[in-house]
């Protein structure tokens, strides 16, 4: 069993934090409560116990009723089913795109596919899907925001290694980010995350790493504009 670290990083969202010591890293969940209570990035299959240990201090596991991602790989999605089976009233929920190619297949249960824009009102926090193909990962790629708390579940767009606290307000567009080998840019990536910046964001809920409550915008402009200097950098070469 590992340690989980639970903290409340906005009005009814908590962030689930193991840090895994071996590889220096560390992994967020993020419990979404309401009527009908989400749990965004499933973690992986050998976490399950302990995540849903954490969990269940929040809400009872039966209770939780969707399982979302935001993209297919085993720290977004890998324990999917066991999840499912804990909470026999839970539906997987990602992108339209990805419960084509993937989800519709390897879930246990039929998922809801969200469409750019869809709200998925869980009963005290608006969830909006955002399609964004090919940021951070694969075509089926894409995020969600609350619009009841303007808290962007941000995924892997920005990563930190290393232990970190469940806050902060530094600069997470660090210098250097766009070089992280893991993003898969094409030349509508900077457009994407311009697009993201236009959100009223007070939260920026990473994946791996703190929840960013400074300048939020900034941060992704900031972003977007390492990522076409990267992208130009390329076309020149």
């Known amino acids: ?34 009527d009908e209570p989400l749990l965004f990035h499933t973690g992986l299959r050998s976490l399950y116990d302990s995540i849903s240990d954490a969990v269940a ?6 209770d939780l009723r969707w399982v979302g991602f935001g993209h297919v790989e085993a720290d977004e999605c890998g324990s999917l089913n066991q ?5 026999p009233d839970a539906i997987a929920t990602t992108g339209i795109t990805g419960c084509m190619v993937s989800i519709a297949d390897i879930a246990d249960r039929p998922p809801r596919a ?12 608006r ?3 955002i399609d964004t193909p090919h940021l951070p990962h694969g075509w089926e790629a894409g995020l ?22 469940a806050t902060t307000t530094d600069d997470i567009a660090v210098p250097g980010a766009a070089e992280d080998p893991s993003y898969a840019l094409t030349p509508s990536s900077p457009a994407i995350l311009r697009r993201l910046a236009e959100l009223d964001i007070t939260t920026l809920a990473q994946m791996h790493g703190p929840a960013f409550t400074g300048d939020c915008r900034a941060a ?18």
């Open 114 to 125: 969200l469409a750019d824009g869809e709200i998925l009102d869980i009963g005290g926090h």
């Open 83 to 87: 999840w499912l089976a804990a909470a």
């Open 144 to 165: 969600l925001y609350d619009e009841s708390t303007k808290t962007l579940l941000c995924g892997d767009l920005f990563n930190q290694w290393g232990p970190y606290p």
């Open 1 to 34: 069993m590992h340690e989980v670290r639970v903290t409340e990083i906005a009005d009814g969202i908590h962030q689930l934090t193991t840090y895994l010591n071996e590889i220096d890293f560390g992994l967020n969940q993020y419990l979404v409560s309401g």
């Open 220 to 237: 992704l402009y900031t972003l977007a504009e390492q990522f076409e200097a990267r992208i130009a950098a390329v076309a020149v070469a």
């Open 57 to 62: 201090r929040v809400v009872p596991l039966r």
């Open 127 to 129: 969830m909006r899907w």
